[in-house]
């Protein structure tokens, strides 16, 4: 049988080649920069244009399809992911870097069906690397194959997380207190790029080993989680249950054994879900 989604797909890749073209084109000139919830809580008028873009190209083909957007939902559209085929679109991954000119910025969009993800696409738009990964196919960056580096000693291992300002006193204690409980157990690093899908990628071609985050959004992590686990790596909750798109949080490794032990080592804090009542 004809895969289904291949039609997609192919449309997707286009759409966000033409996405990271605005947004380079937006990085030569001022950027006009507003907050959303916080004054580090930030969007630009390209997150907006780039998401028109996005969802105007893909409704002209599929007008029946559903759509959660970043931007739509700050603008009230509901975060509810249902059997539709869903597209899961996050413009600008990494705007606090777009507004910076900080070279890790994305366009993410994965592609769900039955609430399972078919495909994600993953465009560093400023190193020009395309990760694609779909369903049962394997991933790929510039259409070369990627995998993880398969490490399983969390000692030799180089992780990936976000370090940002909290407002709730209590989750910045422990946000900094799990960085120094995994500096110390210890491992050769820690990074943040700021791009949760770039963060997935980086896990996915091997150039780290794992990646954990509380408080992202499914937009963040549908377009990363089909490459990551196309390319063989483990994705899971921060509980060490199943990875749930809707619940703000996980963690990525380049094998199971690093993955549990960081299940161990990190304390949880609430951070809600994309589908709750708001």
């Excluded at 006009?32 to 998401?51: A, G, W, Y």
């Excluded at 509380?214 to 549908?222: F, T």
Aim: one cysteine or more; aromatic letters at 6%; proline letters at 4%.
């Amino acid at each position: 049988m004809a895969d289904p989604w291949q039609e997609c797909m192919d449309l997707c890749v286009e759409v966000t080649r033409r996405a990271g073209e605005m947004i380079r084109e937006a990085l030569q000139k001022d950027i006009d920069v507003m907050q959303k919830s916080s004054p580090v809580d930030l969007v630009t008028e390209t997150d907006q244009k780039v998401e028109q873009l996005i969802i105007s190209s893909i409704k002209e083909k599929y007008p029946t399809h559903s759509f959660i957007g970043e931007e739509s939902v700050s603008a009230g559209a509901p975060s509810i992911l249902t059997d539709s085929p869903t597209w899961i679109i996050d413009p600008i991954d990494g705007t606090t870097n777009f507004v910076h000119n900080f070279p890790f910025v994305s366009v993410s969009i994965g592609f769900t069906v039955k609430k399972e993800i078919q495909f994600g696409i993953v465009y560093s738009c400023i190193e020009d690397k395309m990760y694609t990964a779909r369903k049962g196919k394997g991933a790929f960056c510039n259409g070369i194959p990627i995998k993880v580096s398969g490490q399983e000693d969390i000692n030799q291992s180089l992780l990936l997380t976000e370090v940002g300002f909290k407002s709730d006193p209590e989750q910045f204690k422990i946000m900094l207190a799990n960085i120094k409980t995994i500096l110390t157990i210890p491992v050769h690093g820690i990074r943040s790029p700021g791009s949760a899908a770039i963060n997935m990628c980086l896990v996915a071609c091997g150039s780290a080993d794992a990646y954990y985050h509380m408080g992202i959004h499914c937009w963040d992590m549908a377009g990363g989680a089909a490459v990551v686990t196309e390319a063989g790596g483990v994705i899971m909750d921060i509980s060490g249950g199943p990875f749930d798109l809707m619940s703000r949080r996980l963690i990525v490794a380049s094998s199971r054994a690093i993955a549990e032990r960081l299940v161990k080592e990190i304390i949880e804090f609430d951070v809600g879900r994309d589908d709750a009542d708001h």
